[in-house]
């Protein structure tokens, strides 16, 4: 495990999907056809987007995934890789990779549908993905893989001391004693809300607000709250994500720092379309950061 001023060691345990992206003015009602302003495909899933995001924000980060065997998996490595994650415990599995149906409308909200594909395969961490695990500061899981394998790479955090962020999206319930091992959990209202007292037992909640920026509840209750930048928004697709691999790459600087610098972050991921392809890099967040307006609006106490 890194100390000190190492940059901090990040395990990604997750998702990697290919998005497939649809730009519409209105998102169609039920039973209904409207036209679409545009499409593209851009490489997403919430764990591997959460990689790019750590790595971006300044962290070391391996991923832990599956691709499938198909014409997406070339580009979907080769985006981790180009992000400067690695890739040792990324495996190619038969079938196609997984993919996200994603609609984008005029005012940036999404709708998005995820076929797991390869991700779905992914039923048990290897030793080797259990070591890289247990030499990181950070596990970080959210819940597009199989619950079982997010259970066993968690305990096996929890027994090295490898401290364990959780991003349980999409909401789904789950053990309590996976949840006694989590440390920081990272939430959205609606899953606050989902969770309710299951995140009572979590030493560090933070909780996503959207536009309005984050909240912070700590192990003694103390409580911080930080207001997101205002951007011009193009695409929320991401945008959580892109917040939580930044909370995770700054959580060793303090939790009003990183508070900020997730807001930073998130806001950023906004302003383009596609979930990997709108991801800050430190440097981005950073100049946001500086500039006066909200330099001024840092974390308040409560
Ligand atoms: O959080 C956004 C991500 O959710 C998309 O990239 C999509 O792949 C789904 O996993």
């Given at each position: 495990m890194t100390t000190g001023s190492d940059l901090p060691s990040i395990a990604v345990l997750g998702s990697i999907n290919m998005d497939l992206v649809t730009t519409t003015d209105r998102r169609p009602e039920p039973g209904a056809t409207v036209l679409g302003t545009g499409f593209a495909t851009v490489p997403g899933g919430k764990g591997a987007n959460q990689a790019v995001a750590a790595s971006r924000a300044g962290a070391r980060v391996e991923f832990l995934g599956a691709v499938g065997d198909d014409v997406f998996a070339p580009e979907l490595r080769g985006t981790l890789i180009a992000a400067g994650v690695g890739v040792r415990g990324l495996r190619t599995v038969p079938g196609p990779s997984g993919v996200a149906a994603i609609v984008v409308d005029a005012s940036g909200e999404n709708s998005i549908i995820v076929v797991g594909g390869a991700n779905a395969s992914f039923a048990e961490p290897t030793e080797r993905d259990l070591a890289i695990v247990a030499e990181a500061d950070i596990l970080l899981c959210q819940l597009e893989i199989p619950i079982a394998t997010v259970a066993r790479a968690v305990a096996h955090a929890a027994v090295n001391g490898t401290t364990v962020l959780l991003n349980?999206?999409?909401v789904t319930r789950l053990p309590a004693n996976l949840w006694a091992d989590v440390d920081v959990a990272v939430v959205n209202s609606g899953e606050a809300r989902e969770l309710g007292a299951a995140?009572?037992?979590?030493p560090h909640v933070v909780t996503t607000l959207g536009g309005d920026g984050a909240r912070y509840r700590g192990p003694d209750g103390q409580a911080a709250s930080c207001p997101s930048p205002r951007v011009e928004v193009?695409?929320?697709?991401?945008a959580g994500d892109s917040f939580t691999g930044a909370l995770a790459a700054s959580w060793h600087r303090g939790t009003d720092y990183a508070l900020a610098y997730a807001c930073a972050a998130g806001a950023l991921a906004t302003?383009?379309?596609g979930a990997s392809a709108s991801i800050p890099t430190a440097a981005a967040i950073e100049s946001l950061l500086d500039q006066p307006r909200f330099a001024r609006e840092t974390p308040k106490k409560h």
């Open positions: 349980p999206s999409p995140l009572d037992i979590v193009v695409d929320t697709t991401g302003t383009r379309l």
